[in-house]
C-alpha cells in the first residue's frame, strides 16, 4: 500500500476553521473525508468503507482538499455542458443566419446547416449534432405535405371540389 500524501499545515488550519461551519448536503461527508484522516489516522479503505463511498472518492476527494483547500468540500456542481463545441449565444448566432430563408417560406435542409457548422468549426461534426442544437434552439421540423411524383392534378383538384362523388 502507497502511503498516504502529507497534508500541508496551512490545509490543517483551514480544516479546523471548516470544522465550525453547519454542512448542506454531501460537505459532512467530503470533511470527514479528510478529517478521519487527519486525526484519526485512518486508512483511505477505512475511512471509505465507514463512510460507505468508493476507495477513489475519498482519494480524490483528500487530493482535491490538499490541491484546493476547503473549497474542495463544498457543494460540486453537477450537470451542464461539459463538451459543447460552441455556447448557446454563439450557436445563437449561428443558427440566425439560416433563420431567414427558412421565416421566409424556404426549405432549409440540415445538410446544408451541416456544411456550414463543419467550416465554421473546422472539423467534421455528426448530423445528430445539428439535430440537437436546432432542438435546443426551439426550431420544428415542418415540411409541406408530400404529394405523389405522379399525382394527377385534374383528379386531385376534382376530388377537392367534391365533383368525384357519385350519389
Known sequence: MRPPTPIPAHRLAELEGFMKKKWPG?????????WLRVRQGMSTAAI?????????????????FIDNGVSALIELKRG?????????DEES????????EGSQGGILVVGKI???LEQHLGRPVH?????RML????????????????RNEEAAEAFKKGASHKG
Open 135 to 150: 432542438h435546443r434552439h426551439g426550431w420544428r421540423k415542418l415540411v409541406p405535405r408530400p404529394n405523389h411524383p405522379k
Open 127 to 131: 448530423k445528430t449534432t445539428i439535430y
Open 26 to 34: 454531501n460537505e459532512f461527508q467530503r470533511f470527514l473525508c479528510v
Open 48 to 64: 471509505a468503507n465507514a463512510l460507505g463511498l468508493h476507495v477513489k472518492t475519498v482519494r480524490f476527494t483528500q487530493k482535491d
Open 114 to 116: 451541416k456544411s456550414g
Open 80 to 88: 451542464g455542458r461539459k463538451h459543447c463545441l460552441m455556447s448557446l
Open 93 to 100: 448566432a449561428f443558427l440566425s443566419q439560416f433563420e431567414q
